[in-house]
């Protein structure tokens, strides 16, 4: 005959442990851009603002809190084509092409999405999003936070 565990132990509510999801926002928006891209003109308001990368953006954070279930999340983004490196190395990034105007103008939105999401989202002049994101995984190693 199946007997259940004490009471104290039954109910007590599972610990969640907490998990740290760290996103390079420049790079899942460059990909969720070009991603769409051949779809671009399908992807426009009624004032002409281009949204696919507002689009893949969502798409693809929405697939990652699901699939990863963090308790908490933050959002770095590149602050700039100049950095610390380009200062050392004139030519850091330098065979890149322009940034498309299209994905630039979607930038604020993404941001605002994010707002609305309760997500933080940081940027820092100088430095890249992988450079804040290195930082912050150093630093979680020294706390009980998974990342």
Not at 5 to 34: H, Q, T
Not at 95 to 120: S, V
Not at 124 to 136: H, K, N, R, V, W
Request: proline share 4%.
């Amino acid at each position: 005959m199946y007997q259940r565990p004490c009471d104290s132990w039954y109910n007590r509510p599972m610990e969640k442990k907490n998990k740290l999801l760290l996103i390079d926002g420049s790079s899942v928006a460059f990909r969720a851009f070009f991603a769409l891209y051949n779809q671009i003109d399908r992807f426009k308001n009624a004032n002409g603002l281009h949204t696919n990368a507002v689009y893949g953006f969502n798409l693809m954070l929405s697939h990652l809190l699901e699939r990863i279930q963090p308790t908490h999340v933050l959002v770095a983004f590149d602050a700039g084509k100049t950095t610390f490196r380009t200062e050392m190395y004139a030519d850091y990034k330098g065979g890149r092409a322009k940034t498309p105007d299209e994905f630039r103008e979607q930038f604020p939105f993404i941001r605002e999405q994010l707002d609305h999401l309760g997500i933080r989202h940081y940027e820092l002049a100088q430095y890249e999003a992988d450079d804040i994101i290195g930082t912050l995984d150093k630093m979680a190693e020294t706390t009980s936070v998974p990342i």
